[in-house]
């Protein structure tokens, strides 16, 4: 099966008010039997053709470059970031060694901030380098995170911290309270106009978000640079030494999830958001020519917004 055969397929799942997580399992054949685990900190299910095109599509949307888009970005600029953990390198199977990882940096096309610029940021986890960072460069910031067990509070002068997350409504998500874009939006007093950054690094959250957005036509079509961390599935690499990161055999990504994933990923495009830098976690489930990772870091631009600073 071509890869362009898969847009028939994903448009089974059709846009619609039922949540993300309640939408209909798109059939696409029989079931993959069980696959193998390589040392490496690759997994390898047994997959059919249309289930390998699947994964392709899935792939390739989150790591194809808009060239339109990449243009736009004159500097591309890593901002904040801290070494979270090591992971080893992949560049060479024998090699045992580790290097650091940095983690929470994200990318940021400078020429595209204006002054006063506006940022809205899902996910600190008690590490405000990438804020601070924002913080600098002269913006106004909003943070949100409700799992640091702090109540909100103002941390500097344009950082202010929200004990909220983000979600698709107004509620409450593993005992943690969150809320749609539109009423952090409207909670957080972000002025009018557009938002010039908004980063989600939510553990998965990220989907239903977008989703609620993306259908409803909300405020996420005011923002001009969008960072997304997409997460595929929720994991927990161990790393041991001489043997790196490995992921529980139980841990694969379904090609029901994986037609929903590509659903949200295609209307985001169809938004005007283009991606411009793409850095796939090295944790990844083979498919024939490739490896679908389980984390993707992107990085896109609103092209139907001004590149202006203004």
């Not at 299910?45 to 994964?55: C, I, T």
């Not at 702090?150 to 929200?162: D, L, M, P, Y």
């Not at 239903?208 to 259908?215: M, P, Y």
């Not at 490995?246 to 169809?270: C, D, G, T």
Request: some cysteine; overall charge negative.
């Amino acid at each position: 099966m071509r890869v362009s055969s898969i847009s028939r397929s994903a448009a089974l799942w059709s846009w619609s008010s039922v949540p993300f997580n309640q939408q209909p399992a798109v059939e696409l054949g029989p079931s993959a039997t069980a696959g193998t685990l390589h040392a490496t900190g690759s997994f390898s299910p047994a997959v059919d053709s249309e289930e390998e095109a699947v994964f392709r599509k899935l792939d390739e949307l989150l790591t194809a470059v808009d060239t339109e888009a990449r243009a736009s970005c004159l500097h591309l600029y890593g901002a904040g970031g801290r070494c979270f953990h090591c992971a080893r390198s992949r560049q060479n199977d024998s090699d045992r060694s580790v290097v650091y990882a940095l983690d929470g940096r994200k990318p940021v096309c400078l020429n595209l901030l204006p002054a006063n610029c506006s940022v809205l940021s899902f996910g600190v986890n008690h590490d405000f380098s990438f804020e601070e960072t924002m913080e600098d460069l002269g913006c106004m910031v909003h943070a949100f995170d409700p799992t640091m067990g702090v109540s909100s509070f103002r941390k500097s002068r344009n950082i202010h911290f929200h004990s909220l997350g983000i979600g698709s409504s107004d509620a409450e998500l593993g005992g943690f309270p969150v809320a749609s874009l539109g009423t952090i939006v409207r909670r957080a007093r972000v002025r009018p106009g557009t938002i010039h950054y908004l980063k989600l690094d939510v553990e998965t959250s990220e989907w239903e978000a977008l989703h609620q957005q993306l259908t409803t036509g909300g405020d996420l079509l005011r923002v001009q640079q969008l960072n997304v961390e997409f997460h595929l599935l929720q994991w927990s690499p161990t790393i041991a030494e001489g043997e790196g990161m490995k992921v529980p055999r139980r841990n694969e990504v379904s090609r029901e999830n994986a037609v929903r994933f590509i659903a949200v990923v295609e209307a985001l495009q169809a938004a005007g958001f283009g991606l411009v830098s793409s850095d796939p976690n090295l944790v990844c489930q083979d498919f024939e020519d490739g490896c679908l990772s389980f984390l993707y870091d992107t990085h896109w631009v609103n092209k139907k917004i001004s590149a202006n600073r203004s």
